[in-house]
């Protein structure tokens, strides 16, 4: 998810700085998952990269609504943006199974 980040905030118009911001510090966040990985139990990774999984997937539905109702500059065509959408939606729904099922 860090890369879907950082690869929306280099197709965004440099105009569109608050949604820049934003992806940027997705990126971040998802990379300090990682690093922590090292540190933390597993189950409470599993609740961080899920919590920040929503938080990414909320931040897509926004700039694909945004993409197609043409108030965000960028030049992320709307089937891309729809297709990282549904990668995120795909990455929650692996997690829950996981969380459902008891897996390690």
Do not use: W
């Not at 608050?18 to 998802?30: G, W």
């Not at 961080?48 to 926004?62: D, G, H, P, V, W």
């Not at 795909?90 to 008891?102: A, C, D, N, S, W």
């Amino acid at each position: 998810m860090a890369e879907h980040a950082e690869f929306i905030d280099g197709m965004l118009d440099p105009t569109e700085s608050d949604l820049k911001k934003t992806a940027e510090a997705t990126a971040k966040e998802f990379e300090k998952l990682v690093n922590e990985c090292i540190y933390t139990a597993e189950e409470q990774i599993l609740q961080s990269s899920l919590c920040a999984t929503e938080e990414i997937r909320s931040f897509k539905t926004k700039a694909t609504e945004g993409l197609l109702a043409c108030r965000i500059k960028s030049i992320i065509p709307p089937l891309l943006a729809d297709h990282v959408l549904r990668e995120a939606n795909h990455y929650l729904r692996l997690m829950k199974m996981k969380e459902y099922y008891g897996l390690r």
